[in-house]
């Protein structure tokens, strides 16, 4: 048997020890090609960049507070480009965000923004079917919504809300479209507004009680800035 630990100098046969050595070769005519690179995408990656070279075509690059952008695609931008485009002008210190579904490659999205520190605490409010049929999802987000003391709430829920609070505005994003992707027309509106803000969280979703009892320990978030000293 050999032994793969043995030296390897002493286990190579006569036979095998150099048989193609000393035996002159001609130039080896690959030398001097061009490095040949092929670059893919998958559907969903190529899908989120054409998202999002289409919204940066109509939205201003900065938006202005007391201002609305009332959007209407037809199945070329989705829910999570328009928290992207917030995300290019400020990090967020806290969101919530609702919706009755969601892909895995957007909740892997979602994680990936808050470990590169452009999101703080996220909470998160799904559909009653969320936790059955989107186990994944749900799984793959539990861990990211406890890191910081956020939540996921199960409840009858079919809206569709963002709100989110950050150093330059606060906003609340309104509109048809769940977040993930899909190739239907969708209405959305961005309103740069701290009371509207404050109202889907403090007065709605701060209330809701879910049907899951992962999250027993939540507590409402209290932004930094109505900390007391």
């Not at 000393?22 to 030398?31: A, I, L, P, W, Y």
């Not at 007391?66 to 037809?74: I, K, P, Q, R, T």
């Not at 892909?103 to 994680?111: P, R, S």
């Not at 569709?160 to 150093?167: I, L, S």
Request: glycine share 8%; charged share 30%; proline share 2%.
């Amino acid at each position: 048997m050999r032994n793969i630990f043995g030296n390897s100098e002493k286990q190579e046969t006569a036979a095998g020890r150099g048989k193609d050595e000393g035996k002159e070769r001609g130039e080896d005519m690959n030398t001097g090609k061009k490095t040949g690179v092929h670059r893919t995408l998958s559907r969903n990656f190529e899908r989120r960049v054409k998202s999002e070279l289409f919204l940066e075509e109509s939205l201003p690059w900065h938006f202005n507070p007391g201002e609305a952008y009332h959007c209407f695609s037809f199945g070329d931008v989705d829910a999570l480009t328009y928290l992207r485009a917030i995300l290019k002008q400020q990090p967020l210190e806290y969101i919530l965000l609702s919706t009755f579904s969601m892909a895995i490659t957007d909740a892997e999205t979602l994680l990936r923004w808050q470990s590169q520190g452009l999101i703080g605490r996220i909470d998160l409010y799904l559909g009653e079917i969320f936790d059955s049929k989107f186990v994944e999802v749900y799984n793959t987000l539990k861990g990211a919504a406890a890191f910081r003391g956020g939540r996921m709430a199960v409840f009858r829920n079919h809206s569709k809300v963002m709100a989110g609070f950050g150093e330059r505005f606060d906003f609340a994003v309104e509109g048809s479209a769940n977040l993930n992707s899909n190739p239907r027309c969708e209405q959305t509106v961005i309103t740069l507004d701290t009371g509207l803000a404050r109202f889907y969280k403090e007065e709605i979703f701060d209330n809701i009680r879910s049907f899951n009892k992962d999250f027993d320990d939540w507590k409402p978030y209290k932004l930094k800035r109505d900390e007391t000293v």
